[in-house]
């Protein structure tokens, strides 16, 4: 039997710290607390990684703890949910797509900048 992953190796495979699995987990954000092995230690499963690296995405995109905890109470409450949850995950995509638009802004004005430094320098 498959006896699952440690903290140590979900945290190597999300590229998350450890802290930040108890944290995930002790505000709700996973589907369900991962089991405990014979030494009392959580023993992950495939799907709780999956699960992990979704919600890592999506706060590396920028969508609050509160966001993720109302996604994973949705995804919790089961397929009755797929509508909400994909209105969630369009609302957020609508954000992300805006700050690009605005990262986008922003370095075509650095790229400026850096433009006129190009031609004052040249003309020394």
Do not use: C, F
């Amino acid at each position: 039997m498959d006896e699952g992953m440690t903290i140590a190796q979900v945290a190597e495979r999300t590229g998350l710290t450890a802290h930040t699995l108890r944290y995930y987990e002790r505000t709700g954000l996973l589907l369900e607390p991962p089991p405990r092995g014979g030494n009392g230690h959580r023993r992950y499963t495939d799907r709780d990684a999956d699960w992990i690296r979704l919600l890592s995405r999506l706060r590396g995109t920028g969508m609050s703890i509160a966001g993720l905890r109302r996604y994973a109470d949705l995804a919790r409450r089961g397929e009755d949910t797929y509508a909400a949850r994909k209105e969630l995950l369009l609302a957020h995509r609508a954000e992300v797509v805006a700050k690009i638009e605005q990262l986008q802004d922003d370095l075509a004005h650095v790229d400026y900048k850096i433009e006129i430094y190009d031609k004052l320098m040249g003309e020394r």
